[in-house]
C-alpha cells in the first residue's frame, strides 16, 4: 500500500471501500463508484503558496461529494477514493498532461509533454485555484511530480483497473459512476454562465450505453432536477480509461451543481445537503437496480 504523509503521519493515498463481496468473493453488484477528487488530506510536502488562504486552495476539490453517495455502504457497493486533493495530482487527467513552465527544467521531463488547460491552470499539476491564484510560489522539481505520480496516480488507476476487471470476470459486465461537483457558474472565459444543476458526461455517447446515461439522467430528473447530458462536461481521463461499452464496461461522470448542497466559497455544507444526500441515495438505489438488471 503506498502511502502519503500528513502532518508526520502516513495515510494510504488511495481507499477502497470494498462493500460488495459475498461469501463465495464474488462482487453482487457489478457497480463501482468513483471519488477522484474528494480527498481532504493535503500532504507535507505539497509546498504550496503560504499566502493562499486554505479556501482558496481548497475550491478546486469536490468537497463532501462523497458524503452525498453514502447510501453506497448500506447498497454493499465498492468505492474507490483519492485520499489527496484534486491540485496535488489531479487522477482525471492524463499522464503527460504537463506545464513544463511549472517544472525547474522542464525541457528535461523523463516523460511525454501533451498540455491541455494551460490558460486556466489544470493541468495534471494545478497551477491556479478559482482561475487567478497562483498555487506555487516556487518552480517544482521532477522528483517531487515523479513521486505524486507513482505513490498517486498510478495506484489509483490500479484500483480502478482491478475491481473494474473483477466486476466484468465474475459478471461479464461492469459499470461506473465517476462522482464529481461544478461550481454554479461557467469561468469568465466561457461567459460565467450558470450551469445545469446536473450534468451527465458520456463522451457523447462513447463511454457508456445509451440505456446507462438514460437511466442515470432519468432518476435525477425525476427527483427535480434539471438534469442536462453531455451539457457542460463530456468526461475527462477516467471516462477515457475505463469507458468501453464495447466490451459492456460503462461510466459516466455526474456533475452536482454545488450551490444544491454547500457554500462555495466558505466550503461549508448548506441547508440543502440533506436533502441532496436523500436524492442521491434515492438515484443510487435506482441505479443500482438498473444495474443489476442490465
Excluded at 508526520?8 to 463465495?24: C, K
Excluded at 466561457?190 to 457523447?204: L, S, T, V
Excluded at 451539457?231 to 459516466?252: C, K, S, T
Aim: proline share 4%.
Amino acid at each position: 500500500m503506498t502511502t502519503i504523509q500528513v502532518n508526520g503521519e502516513n495515510y494510504p493515498s488511495t481507499i477502497v471501500e470494498n462493500n460488495s463481496e459475498s461469501l463465495d468473493g464474488k462482487i453482487q453488484t457489478p457497480l463501482l463508484l468513483s471519488f477522484p477528487h474528494s480527498g481532504e488530506n493535503y500532504p507535507d510536502d505539497f509546498g504550496t503558496n503560504p499566502e493562499l488562504e486554505f479556501n482558496v486552495l481548497d475550491f478546486p476539490n469536490d468537497k463532501y461529494v462523497n458524503e452525498l453517495y453514502i447510501e453506497r455502504k448500506n447498497l454493499n457497493l465498492t468505492s474507490v477514493h483519492a485520499n489527496f486533493p484534486r491540485s496535488y495530482i489531479d487522477v482525471n487527467r492524463h499522464q503527460h498532461n504537463i506545464d513544463v513552465n511549472m517544472l525547474k527544467d522542464g525541457e528535461s521531463w523523463y516523460g511525454r509533454i501533451h498540455p491541455a488547460g494551460l490558460e486556466t491552470g489544470t493541468t495534471l499539476f494545478w497551477s491556479k485555484t478559482k482561475e487567478i491564484f497562483e498555487i506555487y510560489s516556487r518552480k517544482l522539481s521532477h522528483n517531487e511530480l515523479k513521486q505524486r505520480l507513482a505513490k498517486c496516480f498510478v495506484p489509483y488507476h490500479q484500483l480502478m483497473t482491478y475491481h473494474t476487471q473483477k466486476m466484468h470476470q465474475n459478471h461479464g459486465k461492469a459499470f461506473i459512476l465517476d462522482c464529481h461537483s461544478m461550481t454554479q457558474f461557467d469561468s469568465k472565459k466561457r461567459g460565467c454562465k450558470e450551469r445545469p444543476q446536473i450534468d451527465i458526461g458520456d463522451r457523447n455517447g462513447q463511454g457508456c450505453s445509451l440505456e446507462y446515461s438514460e437511466c442515470v439522467a432519468d432518476t435525477f430528473s425525476s427527483l427535480g432536477y434539471d438534469v442536462t447530458i453531455n451539457g457542460r462536461f463530456v468526461g475527462g481521463e477516467i471516462i477515457l480509461r475505463y469507458g468501453w461499452p464495447e466490451i459492456n464496461q460503462h461510466i459516466l461522470q455526474v456533475e452536482i451543481r454545488r450551490d444544491l448542497y454547500m457554500v462555495e466559497d466558505t466550503r461549508e455544507r448548506n441547508e440543502h445537503f440533506t436533502k441532496m444526500q436523500q436524492d442521491c441515495s434515492s438515484a443510487l438505489r435506482e441505479i443500482k437496480v438498473f444495474v443489476d438488471r442490465a
